[in-house]
Structure formats: structure tokens, C-alpha cells
């Protein structure tokens, strides 16, 4: 079946040391979306890539980077994770053949911060 | 800040009643969707409505949208304890960015 896969599925990792979350697609979409969502709250848009260009939220910290090599893959380097990144990030693509983006996400990669 | 808001937060029903939640946002629109989302998972897609419809149905579900007001409601009839989740409206104006409300709660009680 057609997938957004995310692995891992659960993250440690220590203040201050890099970590990457990645992110693959079965579904041949050109778009592809980070998100990182907070307990009881909505997704918050990192960033996405419309096949090879990047857009990045206004908002989104420096120490949030990242890259797709390829149309199926797609990561997120967190350069020196903070305890305020303790979050589930969430990878979802689209296809931009209409002009209509509806998302198919990923499971999420929960991350802890120790 | 988020387009969307969601009322209400949490709503808690017993099986078989409808549950209805809504969603306001601040400006114009191309089109409103409506995911699910279950503890711990992923979002997953359930209907969209283009800003030129007033109301859709797939299922057990019924979205409607009131442009003038900038809002829209999702029933979802005949609930399950399988309908227990945390449910957002998410809208897209422009481009290919989606923006996502707050979300509801729900509760479906056996």
C-alpha cells in the first residue's frame, strides 16, 4: 500500500546533540511537510519542499534544518535539540497536480529530550 | 497565528448520539478539510469542501461551510466509541500550505 513512513517511531536524544528524524513516501508526491505538534495542540508547519524548492515558516528556529535528496525521502535535522523540542513531529505530503493539497501524514516521530 | 478555532475543545457523548463540532476561520479560503487524529498517531484525512460548496457528506459524516460567516461544522451521526479522537480543521488558502485549528476532543462513551 501507498505509505508516508516515519522512523523511527520513538527518539531519544540528549540537549544539545543532533538529531535526525526521516521521513519516506511511497505515494509519488511532490510535496513534502514537517510539522511539529505539541501535546493538545495543532500542528505547527516547520517547513515544506514543493519538489526541490524549500519553504521555510517565518517562524521556525534556526536550529531546524532540512533536507530531501530525492522525491521519496525527506529529513529533519535538529542541530542542538532543547528541551522545548521535546514534541511529535509529523511528516505528511501532497500532491500538487490540482491545486487542492490534501495531506496524507506519516505516524509521527515522538521525540524526548533528556 | 492559527487561521482556525474549533469549539468546542472537548466533547464528551454517548454512543449512538451525534456529534457536532465546529470550526471559524479569518479569511478567505480555497477549500476546509477536516482530519482525524487518533492518541499518539498521525492525521488522517477524512473530507474536504471547496470554498464554492455549502455541504458535504461521506459516510456518517456531514461538513458544511458558511463562507459569509467563515466557519464550517463537521457532524459526525450515530457515533462509535471508534470515533474517539482528536478531530482538526485545517484550511488552505493559497499555495500548498495547510493551516490547522486547535482541534476537538471527542469522547464517544460506550
Known amino acids: 500500500d501507498a505509505m508516508v513512513i516515519q522512523n523511527p517511531r520513538y527518539q531519544v536524544t540528549q540537549f544539545g546533540k543532533p538529531v535526525t528524524l526521516s521521513c519516506s513516501q511511497t505515494l509519488n508526491h511532490n510535496v513534502m511537510y514537517w510539522y511539529q505538534q505539541k501535546s493538545s495542540q495543532a500542528p505547527k508547519l516547520l517547513f515544506h519542499?514543493?519538489?526541490?524548492?524549500?519553504?521555510n515558516e517565518a517562524d521556525t528556529p534556526d536550529n531546524f534544518q532540512s533536507r530531501r535528496p530525492n522525491t521519496s525521502f525527506c529529513f529533519l535535522d535538529i542541530r542542538s535539540p532543547g528541551l522545548g523540542d521535546a514534541a511529535m513531529y509529523l511528516c505528511?505530503?501532497?500532491?500538487?497536480?490540482?491545486?487542492?493539497?490534501?495531506?496524507?501524514f506519516g505516524p509521527g516521530t515522538r521525540l524526548t529530550v533528556t | 497565528s492559527q487561521q482556525g478555532e474549533e469549539d468546542p475543545q472537548a466533547l464528551s457523548i454517548q454512543e449512538g448520539e451525534n456529534a457536532t463540532m465546529n470550526c471559524s476561520y479569518k479569511t478567505s479560503i480555497n477549500n476546509l478539510q477536516w482530519y482525524r487524529q487518533n492518541s499518539g498517531r498521525g492525521l488522517v484525512h477524512l473530507i474536504l469542501?471547496?470554498?464554492?460548496?455549502r455541504e458535504k457528506h461521506s459516510g456518517r459524516l456531514r461538513v458544511t461551510l458558511d463562507t459569509s460567516k467563515k466557519s464550517s461544522s463537521l457532524l459526525i451521526t450515530a457515533s462509535r466509541a471508534a470515533d474517539t479522537a482528536s478531530y482538526f480543521c485545517?484550511?488552505?488558502?493559497?499555495?500548498?500550505?495547510?493551516?490547522f485549528g486547535e482541534g476537538t476532543q471527542l469522547t464517544v462513551n460506550p
Open positions: 519542499y514543493y519538489d526541490k524548492d524549500f519553504n
Open positions: 469542501i471547496r470554498s464554492n460548496e
Open positions: 485545517a484550511t488552505q488558502t493559497s499555495g500548498s500550505r495547510l493551516t
Open positions: 505528511a505530503t501532497s500532491s500538487a497536480l490540482t491545486s487542492v493539497y490534501e495531506q496524507y
